[in-house]
């Protein structure tokens, strides 16, 4: 599949637009450039943040949860990468799986973990609040829900907030996976 979304040049953004624009390409997201890329060569943003270019309103309150789930979330850097490529194993998001290895790798993920989340799978974790953190976003994935005993489990584990994260995280990811697909031409997975 092409992308059917052009790619919007910086010096052709309306006001609303280069608001938009500014706080993905100058945020907290630019800090990690040096592990991924937003921009291309001509500066237009890559992957799932071009689309949010055309509706700022829209954009902006999604780029902002974005922001607040990878920069002010009490989840760990691990849990939080390690779920994002659950969810980009699951929708089959190419570009969220390129992304989140790169940063992933930058904050311990091994090899051998990033091999299990492209599969899908779950790694053996010596942390028993990742591997419940994971559980929680696998059942998140598979039924989009979870028991009472998977409810109590996590919150034994991460806390009431960081669930609320965790779920926030999941739904995020999941909605750029599906904009990603639309608009930047990404095949679903074969399954």
């Given at each position: 599949?092409v992308a059917?979304l052009?790619?919007?040049?910086?010096?052709?953004?309306?006001?609303?637009?280069a608001?938009?624009y500014?706080?993905?390409?100058?945020?907290?997201?630019a800090?990690?450039?040096?592990l991924?890329a937003l921009?291309?060569e001509?500066?237009?943003?890559?992957?799932?943040?071009n689309?949010?270019?055309?509706?700022?309103?829209?954009?902006?309150?999604l780029?902002?949860v974005?922001?607040?789930?990878?920069?002010?979330?009490?989840?760990?850097?691990?849990?939080?990468?390690m779920?994002?490529?659950?969810?980009?194993?699951?929708?089959?998001?190419?570009?969220?799986?390129?992304?989140?290895?790169?940063?992933?790798?930058?904050?311990?993920?091994?090899?051998?973990?990033?091999?299990?989340?492209?599969?899908?799978?779950?790694?053996?974790?010596?942390?028993?609040?990742?591997?419940?953190?994971?559980r929680?976003?696998?059942s998140?994935?598979?039924t989009?829900?979870?028991?009472?005993?998977?409810?109590d489990?996590?919150?034994?584990?991460?806390?009431?907030?960081g669930?609320?994260?965790?779920?926030?995280?999941?739904?995020y990811?999941s909605?750029l996976?599906?904009q990603?697909?639309?608009?930047?031409g990404?095949?679903?997975?074969?399954?």
């Amino acid at each position: 599949m092409v992308a059917r979304l052009a790619g919007f040049l910086p010096g052709e953004l309306n006001e609303e637009q280069a608001v938009v624009y500014q706080a993905i390409a100058g945020g907290p997201r630019a800090a990690g450039a040096q592990l991924f890329a937003l921009t291309d060569e001509e500066g237009r943003l890559r992957g799932p943040f071009n689309a949010m270019l055309l509706s700022p309103p829209v954009g902006t309150a999604l780029q902002s949860v974005g922001a607040a789930v990878r920069y002010r979330s009490s989840l760990s850097d691990r849990v939080r990468e390690m779920a994002v490529l659950l969810v980009a194993a699951h929708w089959g998001s190419a570009f969220e799986r390129e992304a989140h290895e790169a940063v992933g790798r930058g904050c311990g993920l091994t090899e051998e973990e990033l091999d299990f989340l492209r599969s899908g799978r779950l790694p053996d974790l010596t942390d028993p609040g990742e591997t419940v953190a994971l559980r929680a976003a696998a059942s998140l994935l598979r039924t989009g829900a979870l028991d009472d005993d998977a409810y109590d489990t996590a919150v034994s584990a991460i806390g009431e907030r960081g669930l609320f994260e965790l779920t926030t995280l999941v739904g995020y990811y999941s909605t750029l996976a599906l904009q990603l697909r639309v608009f930047a031409g990404e095949e679903p997975p074969r399954r």
